[in-house]
């Protein structure tokens, strides 16, 4: 075997083993989310609390239910013991394929790994050329969003999102006009008619949220704020990081297949590294 063959098996090897260790990770990590709460229930109970005590800040009628908690819980867990074992299963592929010369593996992991990069090539340019795609179905989405008292994995998500990156909606708080369920609250034993999300407000606070009444007073409300511009010019609007992580992570896959290749094209015969 060539210098070059043994040093790309080599390569391909680690690289592999390091994936194979972070996919038995997060398998071991779903398992006890998902059959350990005696392990994490102490965090648990904690970040219960901590989630009242800031859903409570916005209205004085926010109780977290725990087993919508737990709902969340369990979709993490499955998640993340898919993607475990997910990744395990093709790593292996990798390893196996290096350390053992197997011609199947090392085709079969080749072209994952291609068929992965023509799948991101295809979605980069789909998000840099035609954003509405990914727009709409986040409009349509809202129509289900329960607004600051909202519990569910939608509503929790939403709040996060706009508090975290001081944003409302896609484009603007008209987005969330799809839905009625967060249009009105309960304030001081009256009710009262939103025309925005609380979560819209600059300062989200017990008192009267006048920011989320009409008219709209632009220097107390995120209302005109799109996130998914905000987002965007954070991460994939960001041309130096963008490109930079975009390209590295291009080179990374095709060194792969290019290892993989060379190992596959190299004589039968199994040499040690």
């Keep these: 075997m060539g210098f070059g063959s043994s040093i790309g098996r080599l390569v391909l090897i680690i690289i592999n083993l390091v994936f194979l260790l ?5 398998l071991v990590l779903g398992l006890i989310v998902r059959f350990g709460q005696k392990i994490y229930k102490p965090l648990l109970d904690e970040t219960l609390k901590i989630l009242e005590t800031t859903g409570q800040k916005v209205s004085n009628d926010f109780k977290f239910n725990a087993d919508e908690l737990g709902n ?15 990744l395990s299963i093709f790593t292996l592929f990798g390893c196996c394929g290096g350390c053992y010369k197997n011609k199947c593996m090392l085709f079969l992991y080749a072209a994952i790994i291609v068929v992965l990069l023509v799948a991101e090539i ?13 727009k709409q179905p986040l409009k349509d989405s809202l129509k289900d969003y329960k607004g600051a008292n909202g519990t569910d994995l939608l509503s929790l ?11 409302c909606g896609i484009e603007n ?26 979560m819209c407000c600059k300062e989200p606070a017990k008192d009267l949220p006048t920011c989320a009444i009409s008219p709209i007073n632009e220097t ?34 095709i060194l792969l297949i290019v290892f993989a290749y060379t190992i596959y094209k190299s004589k039968d015969k199994v040499d040690p590294i």
């Design 22 to 26: 972070v996919g038995i990770g997060l």
């Design 72 to 86: 969340i819980l369990l979709s993490l867990s499955v998640g993340l013991i898919v993607a475990g074992i997910i």
């Design 122 to 134: 295809i979605a980069i340019g789909i998000l840099y050329g035609k954003k509405d795609i990914i």
């Design 157 to 167: 998500g939403w709040n996060i999102v706009m508090l975290q990156f001081h944003c």
């Design 173 to 198: 708080y008209t987005d969330f006009l799809v839905g009625k369920d967060w249009q009105t609250i309960t304030y001081g034993g009256m009710s009262k008619t939103l025309a925005t999300p609380l």
């Design 220 to 253: 107390m409300s995120n209302a005109y704020t799109g996130c998914f511009d905000k987002i965007w010019d954070l991460t994939l609007g960001n041309t130096a990081m963008a490109v930079g992580i975009l390209v590295g992570c291009g080179v990374f896959q």
